[in-house]
């Protein structure tokens, strides 16, 4: 099993600037990528960014050139840094690792993050 905490959310105004942290303990091998997502009242659960096993990263276009994801600590840390962030980025954030074998997935219990204009 892999516990995930995410933590680093909170209210921000139009512009700011968050960094999420999503903290990784328990039998943490064979992850071949982690990932961010984001859930706004009334809408489906989104990808926002992923990072695979080897580094290589990808990000929404909607967060493009303002978001970034990265891991550190042999994946037991996983950050998304939010800049120049908009009231449409308001959401409940989530981190998820995916194991290869034994196949699975794991889910944090999510962050809020409110921008105000």
Same mark, same amino acid.
């Given at each position: ?5 995410? @933590?680093? %959310? #909170?209210l921000?105004?139009?512009?700011? +600037?968050?960094?999420?942290?999503? /903290?990784? !303990? ?25 990072? @695979?096993? %080897? #580094? ?5 276009? +909607?967060?493009?050139?303002?978001? /970034?994801? !990265? ?34 997935s ?12």
């Amino acid at each position: 099993q892999v516990q995930l905490v995410e @933590s680093g %959310g #909170g209210l921000v105004q139009t512009g700011g +600037s968050l960094r999420l942290s999503c /903290a990784a !303990s328990g039998r943490i091998f064979n992850i071949i990528s982690m990932a961010w997502y984001r859930q706004a009242p009334g809408n489906e659960r989104e990808l926002v960014a992923t990072i @695979s096993s %080897g #580094g290589s990263t990808t990000h929404a276009d +909607s967060v493009k050139g303002r978001f /970034a994801i !990265s891991e550190d600590n042999a994946k037991r840390m996983l950050y998304l840094q939010m800049n120049n962030l908009k009231a449409e980025d308001t959401a409940v954030y989530y981190c998820k690792y995916t194991r290869s074998y034994p196949p699975n997935s794991y889910w944090g219990q999510g962050t809020q993050v409110t921008v105000s204009s």
